[in-house]
């Protein structure tokens, strides 16, 4: 029988794999599987179906290889790319990640104006200094803990659904038969998703909280080497976390598309931009519940996911100059790395006082992100197969399979979306 103790200890257990997953929910991300469902209807739920295996597979390198080198991902291309390449890689990061901060902050001053009023930028602001001083002010263990609790708001969108008709047969259908189609939009569209989902900042974030879980252990080094129940012990963990981690976050992204297919595209409207777009034409459609989970979610999502993507700059900068680095140091301890990750906040908070408007360059961010993640993928490919890097911990021949798989399909899709007429 389960009890309270054994649902705490199970909690427990997750950590860095819910937490990725469920950033991987940002309101970016909300607006990107928003277009979708209303520009494609349930045309494209199929590719988060096909996507969930391959998204398991790569965030289970990143955590294996943060776990079993101590060393964040960064530190670790290093060590199979050229230098020159690692640092435009981490660069194209840090400016994708910023960018996706600006988006995040808008949307959720935005939401908030919906639901309450008062100006969106002044919302937007209060919004950014707080990320940006949650992580300096909290130690790892807290921050930990609020990140997990603020998972919790992406339960708003299975909400959404349940408050809907839906015919589940016919979306059945949809998910596990692909409806392909031609054109730059669609493929551009399905760039976008795969770039949603499966997207480098997820990779080094949960790598650097594999690293920081591993330098809590004060003899890990010698008990991998000496104990394999030790390894195969947080192996698990890792491999458990990831799973439940990825499900929980294609879950979502499932239910906003298909919402937004439902009430949208099923009413002709095709034209969404924004997590504010999404949230207003629900409105009238889906009825003010479903409209104030929507909004309500985009600000949790937002909270959870701002910090998670300024640390995985951060700890990518600071890896790949090997400054010391992890939310366990002060900011006196580790200047540089808390430096980045504040400014990441408050430059992308700024750009949401400037005439450029990320949340228009919603869409292109995340094909941004699908181009990025190829050569990033088979980095961590590489490494993956490093005996010299992991030791007798490298990957299996079916971890290795699924792991190149997922990277040619990226790879296939940037392809196709630039040759598509």
Not at 66 to 78: F, P
Request: charged share 10%.
């Amino acid at each position: 029988m389960l009890t309270l103790r054994h649902a705490r200890q199970f909690a427990d257990r997750l950590g860095p794999g819910l937490i990725t997953g469920a950033a991987d929910d940002d309101p970016s991300g909300l607006a990107t599987y928003s277009q979708a469902g209303a520009q494609f209807g349930a045309g494209l739920l199929w590719s988060l179906a096909f996507t969930l295996p391959l998204m398991i597979a790569v965030q289970m390198v990143s955590a294996r290889i943060g776990w079993l080198t101590g060393r964040g991902l960064a530190a670790n291309i290093v060590r199979v790319l050229p230098r020159w390449l690692a640092l435009c890689l981490v660069a194209l990061l840090v400016l994708a990640n910023t960018l996706n901060i600006g988006a995040d902050i808008a949307a959720m001053g935005e939401a908030l104006q919906l639901i309450v009023g008062g100006p969106p930028h002044g919302h937007a602001l209060i919004f950014g200094l707080l990320c940006a001083a949650l992580p300096v002010v909290l130690n790892y263990e807290t921050m930990v803990r609020v990140l997990k609790w603020l998972t919790l708001a992406l339960l708003s969108y299975v909400g959404v659904v349940f408050a809907l008709h839906v015919n589940w047969g016919q979306v059945l259908a949809r998910t596990l038969i692909p409806s392909l189609a031609g054109g730059t939009g669609y493929w551009t569209m399905v760039v976008a998703v795969l770039g949603t989902t499966i997207s480098p900042y997820l990779f080094f974030w949960q790598a650097a909280q594999e690293s920081e879980q591993r330098q809590r252990f004060k003899h890990a080094a010698a008990a991998l080497t000496e104990s394999p129940a030790f390894a195969r012990e947080h192996l698990y963990r890792i491999k458990l976390d990831t799973v439940i981690g990825m499900l929980f976050s294609n879950l979502i992204a499932f239910c906003v598309m298909l919402a937004t297919a439902i009430t949208l595209n099923g009413n002709g409207i095709t034209d969404i931009q924004t997590t504010r777009d999404a949230a207003q034409a629900l409105r009238p459609i889906a009825g003010e519940f479903a409209f104030v989970l929507f909004a309500l979610g985009v600000i949790g999502t937002g909270m959870l996911a701002v910090p998670v993507l300024a640390g995985s700059a951060a700890y990518a900068v600071a890896d790949v100059f090997e400054w010391r680095s992890g939310l366990d140091h002060s900011m006196g301890e580790a200047k540089g790395f808390y430096g980045v990750l504040v400014a990441a906040t408050l430059i992308g908070t700024g750009v949401d006082f400037t005439p450029l408007d990320p949340i228009k360059a919603l869409l292109w961010s995340a094909v941004a992100n699908g181009v990025v993640a190829v050569p990033i993928m088979g980095a961590m490919m590489l490494i993956g197969s490093h005996r010299g890097i992991l030791g007798e911990h490298t990957l299996t021949a079916r971890h290795r399979v699924l792991g190149w798989f997922a990277t040619v399909v990226m790879g296939a899709a940037v392809v196709a979306m630039l040759l598509a007429p």
